[in-house]
């Protein structure tokens, strides 16, 4: 019997870095909508707050998903982009999008079923 849950389960870390609050918001936004500035990500994901959303952006890049490009001009511009590591997610995110569509209402019926209404 294995006692570390992450060895355990060896998608553990996976879904540590992936399914951070944020993080699916923020690179499905770049994903979708190409290279963006820190503004237009803010105004796409309406919920998040700048200080977050900063955050997030830095722990995105440290883990190679996101590309920051920080352009020396006045005022200074700075882009943020999904990496080609971060792009190879979308199979993962495709299946999950599938799985959504045939899944979610089986567990809102089960909550409902569950919560007694």
Not at 50 to 62: A, D, F, I, S, Y
């Amino acid at each position: 019997m294995v006692d570390d849950p992450e060895l355990a389960c060896p998608i553990s870390p996976v879904v540590d870095i992936v399914f951070s609050r944020w993080t699916t918001p923020i690179l499905w936004s770049l994903h979708t909508h190409g290279r963006q500035r820190f503004v237009e990500l803010e105004r796409r994901i309406t919920a998040i707050t700048p200080k977050v959303l900063t955050q997030r952006l830095r722990q995105l890049e440290r883990d190679g998903l996101v590309i920051r490009t920080y352009h020396p001009e006045v005022p200074p511009r700075v882009e943020y982009e999904i990496s080609d590591l971060g792009r190879s997610l979308a199979p993962l995110f495709a299946h999950l999008t599938e799985w959504a569509g045939d899944n979610l209402e089986k567990v809102e019926q089960a909550r409902r079923a569950y919560d007694g209404d």
